[in-house]
T-cell receptor
Framework: AQTVTQSQPEMSVQEAETVTLSCTYD???????LFWYKQPPSRQMILVIR??????QNATENRFSVNFQKAAKSFSLKISDSQLGDAAMYFC??????????????FGTGTRLQVML | KAGVTQTPRYLIKTRGQQVTLSCSPI?????VSWYQQTPGQGLQFLFE???????NKGNFPGRFSGRQFSNSRSEMNVSTLELGDSALYLC?????????????FGAGTRLSVL
């Protein structure tokens, strides 16, 4: 079974600064997807960024980028120019590309990000 | 385009009762998945439905069940509620099953069991 580990329960960053959230995962599969979801107090999970395992290039979405190290099974999220609206719980998630099990997202325990003025 | 809609937003029930939660997917989405979120266990996959058929099920007791209708709307039911069933229940929809299809989440139903 796959597992996802987020070792930082809480992080804080100054507005306009950069912060990196860590995530490691364990799997024996070679084809999968990795995600970062954001859950603000409104509770709705919002997709921040997605990475396909077979793509070596790190995904980027505006101020959000990832550092995907497949051999090390590491998938960190970098938030640049942090904004107050970035304050939320961030979840790292794994999804197998193996047919039949691909529906399930396996989540880490989350990192609460605080953004300071 | 409207997002994933879950109703109700909040529910309070007592032990032993049963409850039904509803999820309307994004228009055109035919796959619906359910997740349970608790402080102790985190986010856990419950089940996925596509074309009115359950495709995958997580490790939950038989008290947890679901169904999907021909319009892709889904319901989940929990019978004989226990205190430990108190949780945020999240629904996610995607066009069709498959890892390449992004799951979009609703705001959840907060269930409190007293």
């Amino acid at each position: 079974a796959q597992t996802v580990t987020q070792s930082q329960p809480e992080m804080s960053v100054q507005e306009a600064e950069t912060v990196t959230l860590s995530c490691t995962y364990d799997t024996s599969e070679s084809d999968y997807y990795l995600f970062w979801y954001k859950q603000p107090p409104s509770r709705q999970m919002i997709l921040v960024i997605r990475q396909e395992a077979y793509k070596q290039q790190n995904a980027t979405e505006n101020r959000f980028s990832v550092n995907f190290q497949k051999a090390a099974k590491s998938f960190s999220l970098k938030i640049s120019d942090s904004q107050l609206g970035d304050a939320a719980m961030y979840f790292c998630a794994y999804r197998s590309a193996v047919s039949g099990t691909a529906s399930k997202l396996t989540f880490g325990t989350g990192t609460r990000l605080q953004v300071m003025l | 385009k409207a997002g994933v809609t879950q109703t109700p937003r909040y529910l309070i029930k007592t032990r032993g009762q049963q409850v039904t939660l509803s999820c309307s997917p994004i228009s055109g989405h035919r796959s619906v998945s359910w997740y349970q979120q608790t402080p102790g266990q985190g986010l856990q996959f419950l089940f996925e439905y596509f074309s009115e058929t359950q495709r995958n099920k997580g490790n939950f007791p038989g008290r947890f069940s679901g169904r999907q209708f021909s319009n892709s709307r889904s319901e989940m039911n929990v019978s004989t509620l226990e205190l430990g069933d108190s949780a945020l229940y999240l629904c996610a929809s995607s066009l069709v099953p498959g890892a390449q299809n992004i799951q979009y989440f609703g705001a959840g139903t907060r269930l409190s069991v007293l």
